[in-house]
T-cell receptor, first 112, second 110 residues
Framework: DAGITQSPRHKVTETGTPVTLRCHQT?????MYWYRQDPGHGLRLIHY???????DKGEVSDGYSVSRSKTEDFLLTLESATSSQTSVYFC???????????FGPGTRLTVL | SQQGEEDPQALSIQEGENATMNCSYK?????LQWYRQNSGRGLVHLIL?????REKHSGRLRVTLDTSKKSSSLLITASRAADTASYFC??????????FGAGTTVTVRA
């Protein structure tokens, strides 16, 4: 998976609790992304980062925040999880020399 | 909103047959990419075709791009059981974001 890890890989949590997902890369790529994947919707961009401390919103950013304090780590936080945030979350990276993205293995999140 | 839309949503073929899926998009692009996702895994990049290219090959994959119709097709020749997966097109504009379609699920029967 191109030097990308995600943790945890599976999580079950209660509505209203905070949740943080971690994406870690060993490729030193500048661009990092968080997507969610739901049946019938493909991948939808939540947030992305174009450098340390530089982030921007995607198309489904409500209820999510991100942080990137180091090149290798990109964190996704659900401040107060809701059942609508039950999904599979993928992290991806993209280097400057290529327009293609490389994906992590995903995190399956269930909010009860 | 999603830029690319794949057609069909699902496809079932016999091993050895060819599989064709299509992608339509709405606005001008820099390039269009195809990704594969095996069940429970992350997406894997297959092939990229730039806006000034019309056809590209990679092994058993053939991709075409028609910018006048804003459409692309992915052909997998001589399919194998290992080709069973979901296939997504992704369009790239002028920034560093991709827009993914909802995907085509391909099942290859032995």
């Amino acid at each position: 998976d191109a030097g990308i890890t995600q943790s945890p890989r599976h999580k079950v949590t209660e509505t209203g609790t905070p949740v943080t997902l971690r994406c870690h890369q060993t490729e030193n790529h500048r661009y990092m992304y968080w997507y969610r994947q739901d049946p019938g919707h493909g991948l939808r961009l939540i947030h992305y980062s174009y450098g340390v401390k530089d982030t921007d919103k995607g198309e489904v950013s409500d209820g999510y925040s991100v942080s990137r304090s180091k090149t290798e780590d990109f964190l996704l936080t659900l401040e107060s999880a809701t059942s609508s945030q039950t999904s599979v979350y993928f992290c991806a990276i993209m280097g400057l020399a290529t327009d293609t993205q490389y994906f992590g293995p995903g995190t399956r999140l269930t909010v009860l | 909103s999603q830029q690319g839309e794949e057609d069909p949503q699902a496809l079932s073929i016999q091993e050895g047959e060819n599989a064709t899926m299509n992608c339509s998009y709405k606005t001008s692009i820099n390039n269009l990419q195809w990704y594969r996702q095996n069940s429970g895994r992350g997406l894997v990049h297959l092939i990229l075709i730039r806006s000034n290219e019309r056809e590209k090959h990679s092994g058993r994959l053939r991709v075409t791009l028609d910018t006048s119709k804003k459409s692309s097709s992915l052909l997998i020749t001589a399919s194998r059981a290992a080709d069973t997966a979901s296939y997504f097109c992704a369009t790239h504009f002028n920034d560093y974001k991709l827009s993914f379609g909802a995907g085509t699920t391909v099942t290859v029967r032995a």
